[in-house]
């Protein structure tokens, strides 16, 4: 499953995603909302987020953030390089269902814009107290195509 939030396309559509956004990931566990409030702008928009909680774990301050239209496929793209939310990553209560990708305005939930939503990807896994990695597809982690 993938979410698109209302939050990103305000955010596109202000020019906030044009150039260098600030991207941000977080790691949630099962008691998310996040799969089911598409209709999100901020992070406050959420009854539960539900963030991991393993000790040694770091939200996903993303680099190398690519942004940008591809006439071609008729769709907006988000990329940025991979990395890993800590190393080495405890076990956390849950498991992990899924990341929540948003752009970082202030770091304040009812400021930071809520992009999109995944459980695609080999979520549903704890960590082993080993790196906590991501890898984004060659192709890119976001696609936003026109009706």
Not at 35 to 45: H, M
Request: aromatic fraction near 10%.
């Amino acid at each position: 499953m993938f979410v698109i939030y209302r939050g990103f396309y305000d955010a596109l559509a202000a020019g906030d995603l044009e150039t260098t956004p600030d991207i941000r990931v977080k790691l949630v566990m099962t008691a998310t909302t996040c799969g089911t409030e598409e209709d999100a702008v901020n992070l406050a928009d959420f009854t539960t987020i539900d963030e991991f909680d393993g000790v040694g774990y770091v939200e996903l301050d993303c680099a190398s953030v690519v942004t940008g239209y591809d006439a071609t496929a008729d769709e907006w793209q988000l990329d940025f390089a991979d990395d890993d939310f800590g190393d080495p990553v405890a076990p956390g209560s849950d498991v992990i269902e899924g990341m929540l990708v948003y752009l970082w305005v202030d770091g304040t939930d009812a400021n930071d814009i809520a992009l999109g939503f995944t459980t695609d990807g080999g979520f549903g896994v704890n960590a082993n107290n080993g790196a906590l990695d991501l890898a984004v597809p060659a192709d890119g982690l976001m696609f936003a195509r026109s009706a």
